[in-house]
């Protein structure tokens, strides 16, 4: 970030300042952490679901925060700004630097596949533009922001990746990043804990592209059943992606290895590529193809684009492997739902190995009263799939997934459940053996990794 003047700060957020307020003192970053927060930075007193920034004014500033932004009037002095929402404030800096700094913004949603397609676009952008991009979870109002008041002032290019669990939230994250162009992975079913439907769901990631001008460009999934739906609702120049409908980027002759990665034709308009990348399964196939797709825009030396596929690696978390004493043990524990289970035991169910396929399932949260339904087709595609064994992390969907596996036919004594991460670890350790793969999967909130790691260091003993 570039050092923004305290008056910079106070103007855009509409704040008001007491007598001493010095509208030239210069600030290194932005913190909504206490303990954090560095020397220099400004601190916005945030407000969340279980904390309010304004408890730890005095905190950040005896750690050398130079100026602080809080809600009200709780708090005077020459350094403090006070403005009606911290939250607000924050998203109105942020858009006030991001018009300040104007990089081309890619924004990026989806059900699946969001942090992939943002993680292979940016590397594919970098090293040509200087590209920033948002890391970890940074997706929502709080870490969006924070992503653009982070990046440098010679950013380029903007890569986010955009989250949202109800409608509406698109809307104001795109306000906020003014993106040049939008992508759209897919639609599923995902947080359906807060829609009543998928066509729901498709209203509310199209917010990304409705508005767009006749001069930016959504890259839209042309195999995905709302693709029609998405194209009515932006006057945004279209670029289709796709493997079975016909599209600007189309995947050709695929040749998907298990948990290790892929081989297709990129068909981009006629020109043909060859790719080859680490990321396994054909949903990742999907992701190369949007980001490559958005790439092109900036980029059109496919050939280029190409070799910097080969160097591609998974986020963590997803369908990370590591063989440890000749078990396989592949962690795609970050989150969960349907269309990411099944394409998991997909790539389960396709490994050539001499052991036995093993599936730990945490479970998947948010899918309100259909939850049911999917947990079913979860436990009839373990049998599908011809899972060897089950261990689940015990909840109400699990139950019903392990019942479903066991009524087509799965062997009750090669079904476990267990109540927590540790037992997990020691379930496995009691019968998981050479050659085996164990394949970890659940909502983010069931913390699988925690029973990875227990794993991992138990095979190590």
Same mark, same amino acid.
């Given at each position: 970030m570039i050092l923004?003047?305290?008056?910079? +700060?106070? !103007?855009?957020?509409?704040? !008001?300042?007491s007598s001493g307020f010095d509208p030239k003192e210069k600030n290194s970053g932005i913190s909504t952490d206490s303990r954090t927060i560095k020397k220099g930075e400004a601190f916005f007193a945030i407000k969340g679901e279980k904390f309010d920034g304004a408890e730890f004014v005095d905190d950040a500033l005896k750690n050398g925060a130079s100026v602080v932004v809080i809600s009200g009037n709780k708090k005077k002095g020459k350094n403090i700004i006070n403005v009606s929402n911290a939250n607000k404030a924050l998203m109105a800096l942020a858009l006030y630097y991001r018009k300040k700094i104007n990089p081309k913004v890619c924004g990026i949603t989806g059900s699946n596949g969001k942090t992939t397609t943002k993680d292979v676009l940016a590397m594919l952008l970098k090293d040509i533009y200087n590209v920033t991009e948002n890391k970890g979870s940074f997706n929502n109002e709080i870490g969006l922001p924070l992503t653009i008041l982070n990046m440098a002032n010679k950013t380029e290019i903007l890569v986010l990746e955009m989250g949202m669990s109800g409608k509406g939230e698109l809307d104001l994250l795109k306000k906020i990043a003014l993106p040049d162009v939008g992508i759209i992975?897919?639609?599923?079913?995902?947080?359906?804990?807060? #829609?009543?439907?998928? !066509?729901? +769901?498709?209203?509310? !990631? =199209?917010?990304?592209?409705?508005?767009? =001008?006749?001069?930016?460009?959504?890259?839209?999934?042309?195999?995905?059943k709302f693709y029609d739906f998405f194209k009515s609702r932006t006057k945004a120049k279209i670029i289709s992606f796709g493997i079975t409908n016909k599209s600007d980027f189309m995947a050709e002759n695929i040749n998907l290895i298990p948990f290790k990665g892929s081989k297709f034709v990129l068909n981009a308009s006629g020109k043909k590529i060859k790719i080859k990348t680490s990321l396994p399964g054909i949903h990742n196939v999907y992701n190369i193809l949007a980001a490559t797709a958005a790439a092109? +825009? #900036?980029?059109?030396?496919?050939?280029?684009?190409?070799?910097?596929?080969?160097k591609a690696q998974p986020p963590k978390m997803r369908l990370e492997g590591v063989k440890l004493k000749g078990i396989e043990i592949v962690n795609d524990a970050y989150n969960a739902n349907p269309n990411s289970v099944m394409a998991g035991l997909k790539e389960l169910g396709n490994y050539g190995t001499g052991g036995r396929r093993i599936f730990v399932f945490g479970g998947m949260l948010e899918l309100g009263n259909d939850s049911g339904v999917y947990h079913k087709k979860i436990g009839e595609e373990i049998v599908r799939q011809k899972i060897d064994y089950l261990v689940v992390k015990e909840s109400d969907g699990t139950i019903i997934t392990s019942n479903a596996a066991l009524k087509r036919g799965m062997d009750i004594n090669k079904i476990f459940s267990a109540r927590t991460n540790e037992e997990i670890a020691d379930i496995l350790l009691s019968f998981i053996k050479k050659q085996d793969i164990v394949l970890f999967k659940g909502s983010r909130a069931v913390k699988l990794e925690e029973a990875v790691e227990l794993l991992k260091s138990k095979i190590k003993k």
């Open positions: 923004l003047t305290t008056g910079e +700060i106070q !103007k855009a957020v509409n704040g !008001k300042v992975t897919n639609v599923g079913p995902a947080h359906l804990e807060y #829609f009543s439907s998928l !066509k729901e +769901i498709a209203s509310a !990631k =199209a917010e990304l592209i409705e508005n767009l =001008a006749e001069d930016k460009t959504a890259v839209l999934n042309a195999d995905d092109s +825009i #900036f980029e059109n030396n496919l050939n280029l684009l190409a070799e910097k596929l080969e």
